[in-house]
């Protein structure tokens, strides 16, 4: 028994030569909905940024995303796409790593802190707390597709994805995902910011590292359900790419733990900063 594949077409809407798909827009959507949220931070003084500023950061994240997704996805992930520089830069087909999206978006953090004068924590905070959404349209994208789904199973909510060659039931791995990714991590980091405010023991880096132990481990249980990369297999011991990154982003949360537990607690909201020049 399985539920049936719903076969949403990826396209929404195509105008000539120029087509628009759920996958891109669901990057768009995540973008508006966490700048969203940043508003709300300048709003309630956690993010020392005027609007312009936060327009700035948010071009920064963006290009950083992009840049570091298709950095690592062709490094790690496939490297046979470097024997074309033209596979190697063509994101429209396809193939980008969350870890590496992450290294670029914490690249325009250190940026935004040196031209604002801002703690670099503090970014990164709002990045954590507020990429959380985004990270549900995306595996709500990745549904949409086809791609990126589960290993077999017989579980009675398995699908039967049309990219499958095997045509299998599978779990639908991109669903686990948006929920533990994005709506228990969301509920998770918000939690917990509120929780450290209310208490007296927040300081800056305490979202930072909710969202990586936090990420790590939801995404690193959720991998035994996904079907590892052809090009890659699983790695030695049976872990997959995916756990392995995890593995690392977890380590460097409870690293940073240490050091943000050692730092003052504050409770005051920070003052909007002024450009470098």
């Not at 959720?222 to 997959?240: K, M, N, V, Y």
Request: with cysteine; aromatic share 10%.
């Amino acid at each position: 028994m399985t539920l049936p594949y719903p076969h949403i077409p990826p396209e929404l809407i195509r105008i000539g030569p120029v087509a628009v798909r759920w996958y891109g827009l669901m990057y768009v959507l995540g973008f508006i909905v966490g700048g969203r949220l940043a508003r709300r931070r300048i709003r309630e003084g956690t993010l020392p940024l005027d609007e312009a500023g936060l327009d700035n950061f948010i071009t920064a994240l963006f290009v950083g995303m992009l840049l570091g997704a298709r950095l690592v996805y062709v490094t790690v992930y496939d490297r046979s796409l470097l024997d074309s520089p033209l596979s190697a830069i063509a994101v429209w087909r396809g193939g980008l790593s969350f870890h590496g999206a992450a290294l670029g978006m914490t690249a325009a953090c250190l940026w935004a802190a040196r031209h604002y004068r801002i703690p670099a924590l503090t970014l990164t905070d709002t990045l954590g707390l507020c990429a959380t959404p985004g990270l549900a349209l995306g595996r709500i994208g990745n549904f949409i597709n086809a791609e990126l789904w589960g290993r077999p199973t017989d579980l009675p909510w398995a699908m039967v994805f049309p990219t499958d060659a095997a045509q299998l039931p599978r779990h639908p791995s991109q669903l686990y995902e948006m929920l533990g990714e994005g709506v228990l991590l969301g509920l998770l980091c918000w939690g917990v910011e509120r929780k450290a405010r209310r208490d007296g023991w927040w300081r800056p880096g305490v979202g930072s590292v909710c969202f990586l132990v936090g990420y790590g481990v939801i995404r690193f249980l959720i991998e035994f359900t996904r079907q590892p990369d052809a090009q890659l297999g699983f790695l030695p011991g049976g872990w997959t790419m995916g756990q392995l990154l995890c593995a690392i982003m977890i380590a460097a949360g409870l690293v940073m733990a240490w050091f943000v537990a050692r730092s003052p607690a504050r409770s005051t909201p920070l003052v909007a900063p002024t450009p470098a020049t």
